[in-house]
């Protein structure tokens, strides 16, 4: 057989190849639908994706330090610290956010809050000279109460929490005194209104309630 008589009949076969191999695959995707019809999904249907896994990291738990939180005496007269865990990060003023959360969250003993429980956190800041910035909102001041010891009693529990070697974060400073501000803007005349915070406020023992042996029970 010549070549010129080759060359149409390698054509027919491969054509013919061609048809069966297309025939195939039609029928194949004939019963794949049929058997997802039968399954009740729809053959057209985009399918689903996979399942998200679980991250997994390899960071280590979050560390935590003991530290009290001053709330007021049962009688509320002065300020008990009640330990509580906080997590405990690298920077002091992440830690002081922690603090005041728990804080803000209220006592877990026979203690009395301090802080109002619908007041929020607007912002925490710290400066170089160890000075903390807290802007708390509005219910700071709408929500509590307004007699001049439990005005002392929200203050200083607060700056007393802050002010506290255990949440200064390492190569950070610490916390040296505690500016208010409600609503980004220093509290006005009506709260409090028997004490100044146009000034940061500093730590003061005397406002804890001593322990036995004389000592206020500041960490």
């Given at each position: ?51 998200e896994l679980p991250k997994t990291s390899d960071a280590a738990p979050a ?94 529990g607060v700056v007393n929490t802050l002010a506290q070697p255990a949440l ?52």
């Open positions: 057989m010549s070549d010129l008589r080759k060359t149409p009949f390698l054509k027919k076969v491969f054509f013919a190849m061609w048809a069966m191999f297309t025939l195939v695959l039609l029928f194949s995707v004939v019963l794949l639908a049929s058997e997802l019809v039968r399954l009740g999904r729809n053959p057209l249907a985009l399918p689903e994706a996979l399942p560390e935590t330090r003991e530290i009290p939180l001053y709330f007021a005496s049962p009688d509320g007269r002065l300020l008990v610290g009640e330990t509580r865990q906080i997590a405990y990060t690298g920077r002091t003023v992440e830690n002081c956010r922690n603090a005041l959360a728990a804080l803000i969250g209220g006592p877990i003993t026979a203690l009395q809050r301090v802080i109002p429980q619908a007041t929020g956190i607007r912002g925490v800041y710290l400066l170089d000279n160890g000075e903390l910035i807290v802007d708390f909102t509005a219910a700071l001041q709408t929500d509590a109460k307004k007699s001049a010891s439990e005005e002392s009693l929200v203050v200083y200064k974060g390492e190569k950070d400073i610490p916390v040296r005194s505690v500016r208010f501000l409600v609503g980004g803007l220093p509290p006005d005349e009506t709260y409090p209104a028997h004490l100044d915070l146009t000034s940061p406020v500093t730590p003061d023992p005397q406002w804890l309630l001593a322990t036995e042996g004389g000592q206020s029970n500041h960490a």
